[in-house]
């Protein structure tokens, strides 16, 4: 199974700075044939459920604003929140979809200090 | 708006079997490969299962394999997940999710609580 690693497991960020998350593969989640990275990244506030941001490594969802930024390629990825708001307090996970099962890492808490 | 909405969720003592079902509204539910992921309390998310669109194929994570079945119906715009020989550490959140790959819509979950 792909083994999904995020760091740091939890970050307390100002409001108006920039959050960093970083996400390994185990494995490559890249393929080679259409050139695409098979990683999504999700949010998740307490009592709903996931919602997804990013997918194809850097891809930003329909309605996502454009503070979320996607990056990476192979085994090694980034989500940045550029000015970090209030409403971005989660649980963020990363998520590979190029091997069944997909598996998730095991989430990043932000948290505004 | 596409919903879907999960039930079936309840209590259950080890050994025991539920049926979790999860019904569509507002996307053409045929056309989509559909997952049931699961989430432990205070845990991250764990895929469960998926099923393709006519339902012929079906995937499992190996720890759930003999003991979870996912199937659907079209025709009610639902997918399900029978569960049985429950365990312990089977008490979780229970999500239905369309399956682009990743999952762009999900259900509000049903609670499944195995306990003696």
């Known amino acids: 199974d792909f083994v999904m690693t995020q760091s740091p497991d939890s970050l307390a960020v100002s409001l108006g700075e920039r959050a960093t998350i970083n996400c390994k593969s185990s494995?490559?989640?890249?393929?080679?044939?259409?050139?695409?990275?098979?990683l999504a990244w999700y949010q998740q506030k307490p009592g709903q459920p996931p919602k997804v941001l990013i997918h194809?490594?850097?891809t930003r969802e329909s309605g996502v604003p454009d503070r979320f930024s996607g990056s990476g390629s192979g085994t090694d990825f980034t989500l940045t929140i550029n000015n970090l708001q209030a409403e971005d307090v989660a649980i963020y996970y990363c998520?590979?979809?190029?091997?069944?099962?997909?598996?998730f890492g095991q989430g990043t808490k932000v948290e505004i200090k | 708006e596409v919903q879907l909405v999960e039930s079936g969720g309840g209590f259950v003592q080890p050994g025991g079997s539920l049926r979790l079902s999860c019904t569509a509204s507002?996307?053409?539910?045929?056309?989509?490969?559909m997952s049931w992921v699961r989430q432990a309390p205070g845990k991250g998310p764990e895929w469960v299962a998926n099923?393709?669109?006519?339902?012929?194929?079906?995937n499992y994570v190996e720890s759930m394999k003999g003991r979870f079945t996912i199937s659907r119906d079209n025709a009610r715009n639902s997918v399900y997940l029978q569960m049985n020989n429950l365990r312990a550490d089977d008490t979780a959140v229970y999500y239905c999710?369309?399956?682009?790959?990743?999952?762009?819509?999900w259900g509000q979950g049903t609670l499944v609580t195995v306990s003696s």
């Open positions: 999710a369309r399956d682009l790959a990743w999952f762009d819509y």
């Open positions: 507002g996307l053409t539910f045929s056309v989509y490969w």
């Open positions: 099923i393709n669109q006519d339902g012929s194929e079906r």
């Open positions: 494995q490559s989640v890249f393929y080679n044939s259409n050139n695409k990275n098979y």
């Open positions: 194809w490594a850097s």
């Open positions: 998520h590979q979809y190029y091997s069944i099962p997909r598996t």
